[in-house]
């Protein structure tokens, strides 16, 4: 028996150049939709993520949540026909809440198939953006890298170089005098 098939065109609301082509059954489940959607843009889909039912204006409407205490419709329990109220329907998908990722998700055709891999990607065009940004993190600062990369250029032949982050005070005083009786 055949079944009725959605289309949707994904896209990242700031980011133009990355498209996602998903097919879909109409009774599957918005749930069924985010998997797709995470796997397609190559999220970990560990973070909370919500549908809005949108028009025109992509402007949020209903709520379909994967948080099933929020008091609206969660993802596993909704299907996607029960929604869906327009050939060209518009759906603002969130994702996690922190960074905000915002994707646009619009039905681009409806159409009728025997078969049973759904949902499936059909068309990927673009690089989709990193879902986390690389946090650069260093035990020294920029500045004592600089003092310690300075310190080493000046020291005598034959000395280790200290590092100055790991000096107290009378060490550093210590170090210092030495300097400066090698050099009288």
Excluded: C
């Amino acid at each position: 028996m055949s079944a009725i098939i959605y289309r949707f065109r994904v896209t990242f609301e700031d980011v133009d150049e990355v498209e996602r082509l998903i097919e879909i059954r109409a009774g599957q489940s918005f749930f069924d939709l985010h998997n797709a959607i995470q796997a397609a843009i190559g999220f970990d889909n560990s973070k909370p993520a919500s549908f809005y039912m949108s028009g025109d204006n992509w402007r949020m409407g209903k709520e379909i949540s994967t948080e099933s205490d929020r008091g609206v419709a969660e993802m596993k329990d909704a299907k996607l026909n029960q929604f869906v109220i327009d050939p060209h329907q518009k759906i603002l998908y969130v994702t996690d809440f922190e960074a905000n990722w915002t994707l646009r998700v619009q039905l681009v055709k409806i159409s009728r198939s025997d078969s049973t891999d759904f949902p499936m990607l059909v068309k990927s065009h673009g690089v989709a953006p990193k879902q986390y940004k690389p946090v650069h993190t260093t035990d020294i600062s920029e500045f004592d890298e600089m003092v310690n990369d300075l310190m080493v250029d000046e020291m005598p032949e034959g000395v280790d170089s200290p590092e100055l982050d790991e000096m107290d005070e009378e060490e550093e005083d210590d170090f210092i005098e030495e300097e400066e009786e090698d050099q009288n």
